[in-house]
């Protein structure tokens, strides 16, 4: 039988945002990896997959730089990444302790 602490409302809630999060991370990634190879953003279905995944990074201001592949490495999208998943660490933390 579980124990009541695992279907607190505090807990179901942290865990919504730690999927919530998962989510944004992998259409995140989606954008970065998209844009690192040129011929995958020139095609139709990388432009569409740009135009639905540029709300998921968040605009750092930090340059970008041109990649072997014709492509851009996006570094507001690497940041992105990398402070979501810090956030869904933190979340995890505190599923922990709820």
């Known amino acids: 039988m579980p ?29 970065l990896v998209t844009l690192y190879f040129g011929s995958w953003s020139a095609s139709e ?22 990649t072997p592949y014709g492509g851009v490495f996006l570094f507001d999208a690497a940041a992105t990444v990398a402070l979501l998943l810090c956030g869904e660490w933190a979340l995890g933390l505190a599923r922990r302790s709820a």
Not at 46 to 57: H, Q, T, V
């Open 45 to 66: 279905w990388g432009r569409g997959l740009l135009a639905l995944s540029k709300f998921a990074i968040i605009p750092f201001g930090i340059a970008s730089v041109r």
């Open 3 to 31: 124990s009541p602490k695992s279907s607190s409302p505090a807990r179901w809630i942290i865990t919504l945002l730690a999927d919530l999060i998962a989510v944004a991370v992998v259409v995140a990634l989606a954008h």
